[in-house]
């Protein structure tokens, strides 16, 4: 089966004088935008597989219900329920782990191509970039049910990689904010008009079932909007690093996934 697009995108053929220029583009646009959206970068053949396989795990799927502050970090204490670093927001969101997706399957295969790994490394301008080596949380997919959300935050990672394949029957919009958080520090009043209910600044991303999202959550604030209706939303969400054997701590594998060790046996 073919997984992406080359037709439209020359992930195949980087360093010829098309790919370079697609590549170059590419790069060029995320730097600018901090975003990234390449619709259709999979083959309709591929999502209707990692389709399929991700709607027969969904079951499986471990849902995480948390309350936190924009920055995801311990907040403040006191009253001033303005400041975003007190105010409390609320996130429902499942995941289904690296251990429990085909090791043989559509999504597997695609993470696993060496060619999708230099070029999101060199959009991001990484020269050494690796796929990640968690046995739960290198390759995952993220499940959004009836109900579910993920309110204003900033990552604590400098990108994230997505490949929407089920946009929800309602909802469940990608929304962000730039140019409110540097390296140097936020635009705390800025952030709190957001949280407000001020919608002036907000921007979607135009997600669809066989995008491919860079996105740089980091320095830009941003939320999944609340989910409704039968349909799920599913977010495969591919991890790298730039070293090889990254892995996630305990703690963060019993947060997201309800456990730190993987159930899959290897031969």
Not at 133 to 142: K, R
Not at 180 to 194: F, M, P, Y
Not at 210 to 222: P, W
Request: glycine share 10%; with cysteine; net charge negative.
């Amino acid at each position: 089966m073919q997984l992406v697009n080359t037709a439209r995108y020359p992930l195949d053929d980087l360093e010829s004088p098309v790919g370079t220029a697609f590549l170059q583009g590419c790069a060029q646009l995320f730097g600018e935008t901090g975003a990234l959206v390449l619709p259709g970068f999979l083959t309709a053949d591929a999502v209707a597989s990692v389709a399929a396989e991700a709607s027969a795990r969904v079951d499986q799927a471990f849902f995480c219900h948390n309350e936190h502050n924009v920055f995801l970090d311990d907040g403040l204490d006191g009253p001033d329920t303005e400041d975003p670093r007190v105010g409390s927001l609320r996130t429902s969101v499942g995941s289904i782990a690296n251990d429990l997706i085909d090791s043989d399957g559509a999504l597997q295969q695609l993470y696993d191509l060496p060619a999708l790994t230099q070029f999101i490394g060199a959009v991001l301008g990484y020269s050494d970039f690796y796929c990640g080596a968690d046995p739960l949380g290198a390759l995952s997919i993220n499940v959004y049910g009836d109900g579910d959300l993920h309110e204003w935050h900033f990552d604590e990672s400098r990108f994230s990689v997505t490949v929407m394949i089920q946009e929800a029957e309602l909802g469940g919009h990608f929304e962000f904010v730039p140019g409110l958080r540097t390296d140097a520090g936020a635009d705390l009043d800025a952030i709190a008009r957001v949280l407000d209910g001020d919608e002036t600044q907000v921007q979607r991303l135009p997600l669809h079932a066989g995008s491919l999202s860079i996105f740089g959550g980091r320095n830009t604030l941003h939320r999944v909007t609340k989910v409704g209706g039968t349909r799920d939303r599913l977010v495969p969400v591919l991890t790298y690093d730039t070293v090889p054997g990254s892995v996630n701590s305990d703690t963060v594998r019993k947060l997201f996934w309800g456990r730190s060790a993987s159930t899959r046996t290897e031969c």
